[in-house]
């Protein structure tokens, strides 16, 4: 017996062992088809990565430019002074406000310091009669001779607006102060005192400015000014009439998304589906799916309510396409005895094929179940490895995606109101399809015959909620629509479109 | 330097040319090997192609080490053994075990040309032509089949007697039992 089944093998080897057949050439095609696919897919995938580190790059140097760049201060233009050590007294802290941006303020009696001619006499009492909530402003005093500057004290009032200084409260015929000194120590943070005022941060603007350190009780000195770091501006807007707003803003958005399609084509029954009952539309068998979106974004705002937008996004849309059976050929019988079951199956889309570890998987469409079940029965009944299932298949489309959208802010406040548009170019990284039953999913191929590449147009609106200066929380639904049909070489065209509700944050410098 | 050398070279850079030419060295012995695994015609022609792509897409892991048509092979097996595992099975229901006397002698087995080989070999139950082709042509233990295809060696072990079997049956079947010869 062990010698006969050894024949049985030896026979075989032999015979088989180095048994060579000519295969068919669409092997060939299909191997050179697949490899020219990965080529195309490495360099786009290379061209994704540059465009991504481009904007890492972009985005990390903008931000380490920043950190170099010392905190803006205002310049107080006090005309000429004396060297600190000259000055023993009377010393003030200053910064330069934008002269429109001066608060209100009413005149009271002002103590004098010492100008650049009177440091010599030594006659300098200082400003000692500062209160909180008080300002100085250094003015010319004709009387006191060419040169001669003293302190003009004024009470500011709160704004009406927080963040805004009202210039018109003026007192009538009062001269505008050349500069505002504000009270405090220099080297602090922000801080509000009675008032309404804040400090801010000091920096020297020329050299020999005198700040005077004005703790209270203590003697004025002069003291080295430090930079320090930015706290908000005292004169911080977020509202209209600002001049200063950041120009860049990177940031990231994700959205939950359902994705459809819209179908037309020159020949009507086209529309309906092939093989089947010509009253069966494709609309009536292909439903939408729920999905994500999700990305990062640059944007630069040329002018203060407009800004472009680009970046880099991932998309998946699809669809389903419902009473689909599969059938997996693991016998003998051949595929021309059972016509309703295809290797391929066409839908709105394209060609749905099963490919990979399922390429042997057939698929029909089984409106008519009574055909099918007939020919998945002959299917079973010839070969004892087949099988049947019937459940739905699951399209997949997925997409990078680079926007160039345009924003405006029609409502520009804390919490603003933006309208957003544009078109964004849309390069096609996968296709899978799955099969699902009873909740479970599979996957067994992808839809061929898709463009590579597919152009959007996008519309918008949202809200945006500026936590701080340069933080900002976005909610923004948005509706893109593939101004091209996604299918090479079919008479229907297929427009997917998605709906999702974006929420993200940037952040502005 | 070997002309195969320089081949397998220009594949590594990615020309068509180099690829296009190792394909034709290789493709009709390996297409005879994906014959033994498949169903049928149509099934071997995806399992080369699937085999070639894997070969072209992992040829910087051939090490140089044994030949490069052995490496080839194991592609295509493995590539075979992962179609034949994402199938769905639906066993056979009655399997006949022949009798020792009715065993075939082997001057039947010489009438048969090797293609008629190939096709009985293809109408076994995929899991028992994948252990014979693996056992008896590849000449692989039944150790490294059992691991290969996920089950145990005894396993192994009894297909390969069914599949012995099954075959000497439809032998005996498509040339009329040893009487015709005596």
Not at chain 1, 85 to 107: G, H, L, V, W, Y
Not at chain 1, 128 to 152: F, H, R
Not at chain 2, 59 to 74: A, D, I, L, N, T
Not at chain 2, 124 to 129: G, H, K, M, T, V
Request: proline fraction near 5%; include cysteine.
């Amino acid at each position: 017996m062990g010698g006969k089944k050894n024949i049985t093998d030896r026979v075989f080897r032999d015979s088989l062992g180095n048994y060579q057949e000519s295969p068919p050439e669409s092997v060939w095609a299909g191997i050179e088809g697949t490899l020219a696919n990965d080529r195309r897919k490495s360099r786009m995938a290379w061209i994704g990565r540059i465009a991504a580190a481009a904007v890492i790059l972009i985005a990390a140097g903008t931000i380490w430019i920043l950190f170099q760049r010392t905190p803006e201060t205002g310049v107080v233009s006090t005309g000429p002074l004396t060297e600190p050590a000259q000055q023993e007294s009377a010393q003030q802290e200053s910064a330069q406000p934008e002269p429109a941006d001066e608060a209100a303020n009413t005149e009271s009696p002002a103590p004098s310091v010492p100008g650049p001619g009177d440091a010599a006499s030594g006659d300098s009492p200082g400003v000692t009669d500062q209160e909180p909530g008080q300002i100085a402003s250094q003015e010319t005093d004709p009387s006191a001779g060419s040169g001669a500057q003293t302190l003009a004290m004024h009470t500011l009032e709160p704004a009406a607006e927080p963040g805004v200084l009202t210039p018109d409260a003026q007192p009538p015929g009062a001269e505008k102060p050349e500069g505002i000194i504000v009270t405090g120590q220099p080297g602090q943070d922000l801080q509000q005192i009675p008032g309404g005022l804040y400090t801010i941060p000091v920096s020297s603007p020329e050299p020999g400015l005198i700040i005077a350190d004005r703790s209270a009780g203590e003697d004025p000195e002069a003291t080295e000014l430090t930079e320090t770091g930015e706290g908000i501006d005292v004169f911080e807007e977020f509202g209209e009439g600002s001049e200063d707003y950041n120009r860049w803003a990177v940031g990231g958005q994700m959205a939950p998304l359902y994705s459809y399609r819209n179908i037309s084509s020159s020949q009507g029954n086209a529309l309906y589906t092939a093989q089947r009952q010509s009253s069966q539309s494709y609309n009536d068998i292909e439903n939408g799916i729920v999905s994500y979106s999700g990305g990062v974004n640059l944007n630069y705002s040329p002018v203060k309510r407009l800004s472009l937008q680009s970046g880099l996004y991932y998309s998946r849309l699809g669809m389903t396409v419902q009473n689909t059976w599969i059938a997996a050929s693991g016998g003998q019988y051949e595929r021309v005895n059972f016509p309703s079951l295809e290797v391929a199956m066409s839908n709105s889309s394209g060609d749905i094929q099963a490919g990979g570890e399922k390429s042997n998987t057939v698929l029909a469409n089984a409106w008519s179940t009574n055909e099918i079940l007939s020919d998945a029965s002959g299917a079973v009944a010839g070969d004892a490895t087949t099988e049947t299932k019937k459940g739905d298949l699951l399209q997949h489309f997925d997409y990078i995606e680079v926007p160039m959208i345009l924003r405006y802010k029609v409502v520009d406040r804390r919490l603003g109101f933006n309208l957003l548009g544009g078109i964004s170019t849309n390069f096609l990284v996968g296709s899978n399809v799955y099969f699902e039953e009873n909740g479970d999913k599979e996957l067994i191929g992808s839809t061929s015959d898709l463009k590579q590449v597919n152009y959007s147009s996008v519309l918008g609106m949202g809200l945006q909620y500026s936590i701080s200066r340069r933080l900002n929380l976005m909610m923004e639904p948005v509706f893109r629509y593939y101004l091209n049909s996604i299918n090479e070489g079919s008479i229907i065209d297929s427009h997917p479109y998605s709906l999702g509700f974006f929420t993200g944050i940037s952040y502005s410098f | 330097m070997d002309p195969l050398d320089n081949i397998i070279k220009g594949c590594l850079k990615g020309d068509r040319k180099s690829q296009e030419q190792l394909y034709r060295i290789f493709s009709k012995r390996m297409f005879g090997l994906c014959l033994q695994y498949a169903n049928n015609y149509d099934d071997a022609s995806d399992i080369l192609q699937d085999g070639f792509i894997k070969v072209f897409r992992k040829m910087e892991q051939y090490s140089g080490k044994g030949s490069f048509e052995g490496w080839v092979r194991r592609i295509m097996i493995n590539t075979a053994l992962e179609r034949y595992r994402s199938q769905f099975h639906l066993y056979p229901i009655t399997e006949n075990t022949l009798a020792g006397e009715d065993m075939v002698h082997e001057e039947v087995f010489e009438k048969l040309s090797a293609k008629d080989l190939m096709k009985l070999v293809q109408t076994l139950p995929p899991r028992y032509r994948m252990v014979f082709n693996m056992y008896a042509i590849e000449g692989y233990p039944h150790k490294e089949i059992a691991d290969m295809l996920g089950i145990t060696i005894g396993t192994s072990k009894s297909n390969l007697s069914r599949a012995r079997e099954i075959l000497q049956r439809k032998v005996k079947e498509y040339y009329h039992s040893n009487e015709n010869i005596s």
